[in-house]
């Protein structure tokens, strides 16, 4: 296994909620990176954290917000939730920040939105 | 245009057959090249790094032609646990990875 942990496993809200993810990298990987994977397509990227800062962001609109902290954990937040929200969400770590290294997916959290 | 596309398939193989994926990429100036597996409701897993010199892990071979901007994976001898979604993954150097749609492959008994 990868060593990345993801809670909650399935996650069922209603639009304009707020919804929090939360990713446990593997120790001593400073950058973690959020995709968000709809229905039969791939994961699209939507932020990285690098040593705690937001190091680069995808195509997605300001509600998507994140926070890395020192103990290697991180969240994703989601505020005023839509329905095209639905989606497996998936956190990635990586020992550097640069590209080449290998990022190793945890095992995703499932959100549905009514 | 999509940066990453891939043949979205299905494929179905019968086992044993060889099979090859396809994937072409939009930035030439892309600068590590991968293939990530993905079975059913699971998360991506890396299968192998593709380098310029085409590599080798088993039944599994990966080539990458710079100048065509074009990837391959080719699958040997095809075991019913190949069955998954493959996944080609592109980094443009701008700290993210970016995935084709996947090719779906169904191994036939």
């Known amino acids: 296994e990868t060593g990345v942990t993801q809670s909650p496993t399935h996650l069922i809200k209603t639009r304009g909620q707020q919804v929090t993810l939360r990713c446990s990298s593997q120790?001593?990987?400073?950058?973690v990176s959020w995709y968000q994977q709809a229905l039969g397509q791939g994961p699209q990227f939507i932020f990285q954290?690098?040593?705690?800062?937001?190091?680069g962001r995808g195509n997605f609109p300001p509600r998507f917000s994140g926070l890395q902290f020192p103990n290697y954990s991180s969240e994703l937040n989601v505020n005023a939730l839509e329905l095209d929200d639905s989606a497996l969400y998936l956190c990635?770590?990586?020992?550097?920040?640069?590209?080449?290294?290998?990022?190793?997916f945890g095992p995703g959290t499932r959100l549905l939105v009514l | 245009r999509k940066e990453v596309e891939q043949d979205p398939g299905p494929f179905n193989v019968p086992e044993g057959a060889t099979v090859a994926f396809n994937c072409t990429y939009s930035?030439?100036?892309?600068?590590?090249f991968f293939w990530y597996r993905q079975d059913c409701r699971k998360e991506p897993k890396l299968l192998m790094s593709?380098?310029?010199s085409g590599n080798e892990d088993g039944r599994f071979t990966a080539q990458l032609n710079r100048a065509s901007q074009y990837i391959s994976l080719l699958i040997r001898d095809s075991k019913l646990s190949d069955s998954a979604t493959y996944l080609c993954?592109?980094?443009?150097?701008?700290?993210?990875?970016?995935f084709g749609t996947g090719t779906r492959l169904t191994i036939i008994p």
């Open positions: 990635a770590s990586s020992l550097e920040v640069g590209g080449a290294e290998t990022q190793y």
């Open positions: 120790s001593g990987h400073n950058t």
């Open positions: 954290y690098y040593r705690e800062e937001e190091n």
């Open positions: 930035n030439s100036a892309s600068q590590s």
């Open positions: 593709v380098y310029s």
């Open positions: 993954v592109v980094n443009f150097g701008n700290e993210k990875l970016t």
